[in-house]
C-alpha cells in the first residue's frame, strides 16, 4: 500500500485499486477503470507487488546523465510493436560493469520484467488495442522534478496507456496536484494560451507548466496544493501524466511503460488529448473564437491560407 497524505483542500483523485477485484474482471469493472484512467485518476494497484527481474534490477544504478536516463529496453521474445533498439541495449551495458552486473542476468531480468508488465496491463486494460508497447527504464537517481503535466511527442497520433513500476528497493515519492483543466482555468490568460492554437497540443501543456509551475527546478516557488505519496518497492501505479500534474520528489530505477493506442479504443472519445486541447480553448475563447483564432493562425507565411474549422 502506497503512504499518502491528503490535503483535505484539494480534490482526492488517487484511487487504490484492488488487483484481485480488477485483473481478468468483467466488463463493468475494466469499463470502471477505464473511466477513472481517461479522467485522468491516479489509479495505484493494491494487493499485488512486482518482483519479476527486481531482484537483479534493484541492484543496477546508472549514473545521473541524460543517455543514461530513460533506456527503451525492448526484447525481440515479445510483442512490442518494433524490435529491439541496439544502441538502446549497448548503454545499457557500458554501464553494467559498475552496477556487478553481467549483460546476460540484466537481459534475463529486463524479458521477465517487460513480460509481467505487458500482461498486467493486459489484465486490467484488455480493451485498449496497442500499436506499441514501449518499455521504458529510468535506473538512476531523480531529484524534485517540479510539478508538469507531461507534454509527449506522440500526443497528436497517439493515445496512451502510462504504467509506471517502482523496482526500487525504497520508496518513489510524489506529489500530485490538480486536473488539467483546473489548472488551465485559472492560467489560460496569463500563460497566452491562446497562441498554441494550430499548434501541435504538446504547446498547449508545456506553456501552462511554465505559467503555473515555473520550470522543472521551481519546486516549491509557485504556490499549488497537493497530495503526497509514497509508492512502496515493487508498487505498480496507472496515470495518463498529461492530464493531472505531478512533482517527482525523490526516486531511483523506474519502469515506465508507454503503450500506445488509437482514440477509437477510447471508452469516451471526448478524452483524447487533442480534443481535450481543443475544447479548453473553446471554454475560453467560444467556439467562434477558436475557430477565428485558427483560421488566422493558418493565414501565416508557410501555412495554407485556406482556414480549417
Known amino acids: 500500500m502506497p503512504k499518502l497524505v491528503i490535503n483535505p483542500r484539494l480534490e482526492n483523485n488517487i484511487r487504490l485499486i484492488d488487483y484481485r477485484k ?18 485522468g485518476d491516479l489509479l495505484v494497484l493494491t494487493n ?5 527481474g527486481r531482484e537483479v534490477l534493484s541492484r543496477v544504478l546508472f549514473p545521473n ?16 510493436g518494433e524490435p529491439p533498439r541496439k544502441a538502446a541495449w549497448d548503454v545499457a551495458a557500458e554501464f553494467l560493469p559498475a552496477c556487478n552486473v553481467s549483460p546476460e542476468e540484466f537481459r534475463t531480468a529486463v524479458l521477465a520484467a517487460n513480460q509481467e508488465l505487458i500482461t498486467l496491463v493486459d489484465a486490467l486494460f484488455p480493451h485498449y488495442r496497442y500499436d506499441k508497447r514501449l518499455c521504458i527504464y529510468n535506473l538512476s537517481e531523480m531529484l524534485s522534478h517540479n510539478l508538469h503535466f507531461d507534454s509527449p511527442q506522440h500526443a497528436d497520433a497517439h493515445t496512451q496507456m502510462r504504467a509506471f513500476v517502482n523496482l526500487d528497493d525504497f520508496p518513489r515519492i510524489w506529489n500530485i496536484s490538480r486536473r488539467l483543466e483546473d489548472v488551465s482555468s485559472e492560467f489560460y490568460h496569463k500563460g497566452h494560451l491562446e497562441e498554441t492554437i494550430g499548434e501541435h497540443p504538446r504547446e ?21 496544493p497537493k497530495h503526497a505519496i509514497a509508492f512502496q518497492p515493487g508498487e505498480v501505479w496507472f496515470l495518463n501524466p498529461n492530464m493531472l500534474a505531478h512533482e517527482v520528489v525523490y526516486g531511483r530505477r523506474l519502469l515506465d511503460a508507454v503503450f500506445l493506442f488509437d482514440q477509437a ?3 469516451d472519445p471526448d478524452r483524447y488529448f487533442p480534443q481535450i486541447v481543443k475544447r479548453l480553448h473553446q471554454q475560453k475563447l ?5 475557430w477565428w483564432r ?16
Open 65 to 80: 546523465e541524460k543517455r543514461a536516463k530513460k533506456i527503451m529496453l525492448h526484447c525481440e521474445e515479445l510483442d512490442h
Open 286 to 290: 467560444t467556439p467562434r473564437g477558436y
Open 22 to 39: 480488477y485483473a481478468n474482471a468483467g466488463l463493468e469493472r475494466q469499463q470502471e477503470l477505464m473511466r477513472w484512467y481517461e479522467g
Open 265 to 267: 479504443c477510447l471508452l
Open 204 to 224: 498547449f501543456t508545456r506553456r501552462l507548466t511554465h505559467a503555473a509551475f515555473g520550470d522543472r527546478y521551481d519546486s516549491g516557488g509557485h504556490f499549488q
Open 294 to 309: 485558427k483560421a488566422l493562425k493558418s493565414m501565416r507565411p508557410g501555412r495554407s491560407a485556406k482556414p480549417k474549422a
Open 48 to 52: 499485488y507487488r512486482f518482483d519479476a
